[in-house]
């Protein structure tokens, strides 16, 4: 478990590019045969991969959270962004297609990632985790691709039209802290999350993936009127600090999963931050 300390606005001036890559971006959650995580003291939250590569791959229980197991204090929202494969949560197995969401709340104690079983393999399964500290349990629940609260937002003619889907959120999935899902952008449109904002009550993940090999995201960060930018490339997360905006371009389009922990629930809390306002 690679840990990573809460940062300032005030230190942001200071970084230079190697910095900033080494605070806020992600770049190897997805090794075959492993389960890789970060922690972030922005929330407490861990940021995992898990690529079972062929074999059960059982979750560890990692010594920095000083517990039983990993789900003693915690919940966890798991996306699939790679083939089919399943997942066992004390006994309970789920099939998770490519796109789908598995919500898992705190007390499981055993759970285990795999590939799709023999002669249902669509190519290797790519876990992507999102746990928050929770102070109570919520039921153990899937949701398929297109089967949460859909959104169409965004206009071909500003390069921004692409379809969200909510997943772990207030009038879907519960959770005690934790608000996920996937946000796909449309052939032609490469902006994500215009006007970009902050939200002080929440830290922000980014996953970045379906982004081609010959491609990269410029993704910004930083506060209003001292913006920042990182380039991303396929599966690689950024962490957004509750000061920071998060926004992006592409030079194709390109998916990602956002989600947040943090004071509420409320997807649309936020500060927003008119690009007529960057600096």
């Given at each position: 478990m690679e840990q990573r300390y809460a940062t300032s606005p005030d230190q942001l001036p200071t970084?230079?590019?190697?910095?900033?890559?080494?605070?806020?971006?992600?770049?190897?959650?997805?090794?075959?045969g492993e389960v890789?995580?970060?922690?972030?003291?922005?929330?407490?939250?861990?940021?995992?991969?898990?690529?079972?590569?062929?074999?059960?791959?059982?979750?560890?229980?990692?010594?920095?959270?000083?517990?039983?197991?990993?789900?003693?204090?915690?919940?966890?929202?798991?996306?699939?962004?790679?083939?089919?494969?399943?997942?066992?949560?004390?006994?309970?197995?789920y099939?998770?297609?490519?796109?789908?969401?598995?919500?898992?709340?705190?007390g499981t104690r055993n759970?285990?990632?795999?590939?799709?079983?023999?002669?249902?393999?669509?190519?290797g399964a790519q876990f992507y985790l999102f746990s928050a500290p929770a102070h109570t349990t919520y039921e153990t629940q899937l949701v398929l691709k297109g089967q949460g609260t859909v959104r169409e937002l965004g206009d071909q003619l500003t390069s921004n039209r692409r379809t969200l889907n909510q997943y772990i959120h207030e009038k879907g999935v519960r959770s005690c802290q934790i608000v996920m899902g996937v946000t796909e952008l449309h052939p032609g449109s490469m902006w994500n999350t215009m006007p970009a904002h902050t939200h002080d009550r929440r830290t922000e993940c980014y996953l970045y993936f379906d982004v081609p090999d010959d491609t990269r995201v410029i993704h910004l960060m930083g506060q209003p009127t001292e913006t920042r930018h990182l380039v991303i490339a396929d599966r690689q997360a950024v962490?957004?600090?509750?000061?920071?905006?998060?926004?992006?371009?592409?030079t194709a389009a390109y998916?990602?999963?956002?989600?947040?922990?943090?004071?509420?629930?409320?997807?649309?809390?936020?500060?927003?931050?008119p690009v007529t306002s960057l600096s």
């Open positions: 970084f230079d590019t190697n910095e900033l890559r080494e605070r806020f971006l992600v770049e190897d959650l997805f090794v075959p890789n995580v970060v922690y972030t003291h922005h929330d407490r939250i861990v940021l995992g991969g898990a690529v079972p590569a062929g074999k059960q791959l059982p979750l560890p229980t990692f010594d920095e959270l000083r517990a039983e197991y990993f789900l003693t204090n915690r919940e966890v929202g798991i996306i699939n962004v790679g083939g089919t494969g399943t997942i066992t949560a004390d006994g309970e197995t099939t998770l297609p490519n796109g789908a969401c598995l919500y898992i709340g705190r759970i285990v990632f795999s590939d799709a079983p023999a002669g249902e393999e669509t190519g962490i957004s600090p509750s000061w920071s905006v998060h926004s992006g371009v592409g998916s990602f999963v956002w989600a947040m922990a943090g004071e509420n629930q409320s997807f649309d809390d936020m500060d927003a931050a």
